[in-house]
Structure formats: C-alpha cells, structure tokens
C-alpha cells in the first residue's frame, strides 16, 4: 500500500491518478476533504482509504506501507497562522519522518521553490546544512517548508538514522488539472481561462523594475504531469535521496503564459497592464528559474514539457472541456 498524503489537493491527487493509471488500486489518501468539492479531484479514483490528518499517527500504527507521499500542507503563501501552518507543515512532517525511519519506509516530500525567498542566493538546490541557511524565505508558508528541509539535511548529515530513501522536492510554479479549489493561489492561466475564453480583455501587472517589460516578469512553470513522472521515477528509483528542485530550467514570462492559452483556443490577445499594488511591489519577485542539474545528475532523464505545449495540453484536455478533472 501507498500513503499519498495531500492526496485530494493539486499535486497530490494527480499523483493518486498516476498510481491508478500504473495499476496501483492500494492507494491511500490522508487529506481535509471540507465542504468546497475538493473531493471531486478524487472522483475518479479508486481508494484503499481516505485519513482525517488528525487520525493518520493512529492510523499508520501497525501498517506496512511501500512509501509515503507527503504532499499534504498549507500552502498559502498568504497564510499568517503561525501556528496552524507549524503544526501542519513542520511537526506533522517531522512525526512522518520518525515513523518512516522507524518503519523502514521510503518518504518523498514537497518542499516548495518559496524557501529561496527573493532569489538574492539563487536557486541552487544545494541540500547542506550550511548551504540551507544561507536562504531567507520571505513568507511563512515558505519557511515552515524550509525549516523541514533543514531539520532533515541536520539528521542526514550528522549520520542519524533516515527511511531508506528520503527526498524533498522543491516545486516552482505548478500548473494543470484539479487546482480548481485553490482559489486566488491558482495559476494565472487556471484563474484567467474562463475570460480568455469568453471573449473578455485580461490584465496582468506592469513593470516596475527598470529594464522589465510590463507582463515579462518570469517563473519557471512547469505542467503538473511533469511533476508526477519526477515522483513515479523516484518511488521506481530507490537509491536516490536528497532534496531536489523540480522545475524545467526555464523561466518564461506571464505574458507567454497568456499568450499560449490564447493560442491554444485560436483566438487574438486582450492583454491589458494594470499598477502593481503597492503593498507588493518592494517584495514582488520578478524571476525564479530552477537549477535541474542535480536531478538530472541523479539520473532523471524525463525531461520537462516546453510551456506552450504544456497549456495546449491543459487547455484541450481539461480548460475547454465540460469535465475539467483528472
């Protein structure tokens, strides 16, 4: 049996899809399913068990598992409950880790592209200790991640015992199917389609960086399939253990991302420029670009789809179809 925690959020439960699809029916999900259809991003699925979070210590009790897949978290980076986010993302990790290493179970986790907050240390996904501390992550959900990968790379490097296999992977921009509950933390082409595609002007954030243009700020998105064969690949690939980045290595702009989807649906941009809110302007970040060497290093020879057909694929398959889950 699998555990996918997180298992009916984004990554998560197109991870369970991928394990389904691979013939894996002994899947088990640990997540909140609330009262917002987050459950509809497991309808398809077949189901070992579902695990209230605050059931899953007793649970896991007595369970032989072939890995855990940790994806479970608070992910807003607009969180402020210290305390929530610390419980969720820090100790209920830190209590996976201890039973894992007890139990002798792989543990791939997420960490997250926010722990290298401005960029100003680059993204080098170094996994020292000494290296891990040099990065200032600029919001709480990016440093309860942070301060997991650091209580990890501490164990590892003091020669403490570890699960058999241990990997934290450090997503950068994500997009694709079944982020629909996530609101205003959804991709910009998820939260924008529906405009795109009934005919109305879209903005995006002008420039307040000399040298920028307006809608040339850039990310590394990289398609939420891509994401999904790095982790099969690493419950398939045993002897890998670290902490990785997971991003393509390519930053693009939002507008290519808009212009993509317009492309996708053939129909002419309608882009308009808007002022930054103040408030954001002095933290914004204008680039993050993952260094994949390491994974690739690794051995990871997947490779990452290019972002124009990466959102034709999301746009045909789910965007512009009446069922738009995985």
Not at 254 to 263: E, I, V
Not at 278 to 293: K, L, N
């Amino acid at each position: 049996m699998l555990l996918v925690t997180g298992g009916a959020g984004f990554i998560g439960s197109n991870v369970v899809a991928a394990l389904n699809d691979a013939g894996r029916a002994d899947v088990a999900v640990s997540d909140f399913l609330g009262h917002d259809g987050k459950w509809r991003n497991l309808a398809k699925r077949q189901l070992a068990d579902v695990v209230p979070p605050g059931e899953l210590m007793e649970w896991l009790k007595g369970r032989r598992l072939d890995a855990v897949i940790h994806m479970g978290a608070i992910s807003e980076t607009t969180a402020t409950d210290g305390d929530l986010v610390v419980e969720t993302n820090f100790r209920l990790s830190m209590r996976l880790l201890d039973w894992c290493t007890t139990n002798g179970v792989p543990l791939i986790y997420a960490s997250s592209a926010a722990t290298y907050g401005d960029g100003a240390q680059g993204f080098r996904d170094a996994d020292t200790v000494s290296e891990l501390k040099t990065l200032r992550p600029m919001n709480l959900y990016g440093w309860s991640k942070h301060l997991f990968d650091l209580a990890v790379a501490e164990r590892a490097a003091r020669g403490e015992p570890m699960p058999p296999q241990w990997v934290g992977l450090k997503f950068f921009n994500v997009f694709g199917p079944n982020e629909y509950h996530k609101g205003g933390m959804m991709s910009v082409l998820t939260r924008r389609f529906d405009d795109i595609k009934g005919g109305r002007g879209i903005q995006l954030f002008k420039s307040h960086r000399e040298g920028i243009a307006d809608g040339d700020q850039r990310r590394d998105f990289i398609y939420v399939e891509d994401v999904v064969r790095v982790i099969l690949w690493l419950l398939a690939t045993p002897r890998v253990s670290g902490i990785y980045n997971v991003g393509t290595g390519t930053a693009r702009s939002f507008k290519d991302l808009m212009l993509a989807a317009y492309a996708a649906l053939g129909t002419a941009p309608d882009i308009d420029y808007i002022d930054m809110p103040e408030q954001i302007r002095d933290s914004y970040q204008y680039f993050t670009q993952s260094e994949a060497d390491r994974l690739r290093a690794a051995g990871y020879n997947g490779g990452f789809t290019r972002l124009e057909d990466a959102v034709m694929h999301y746009v045909t398959h789910y965007l512009d179809m009446p069922d738009r889950f995985r």
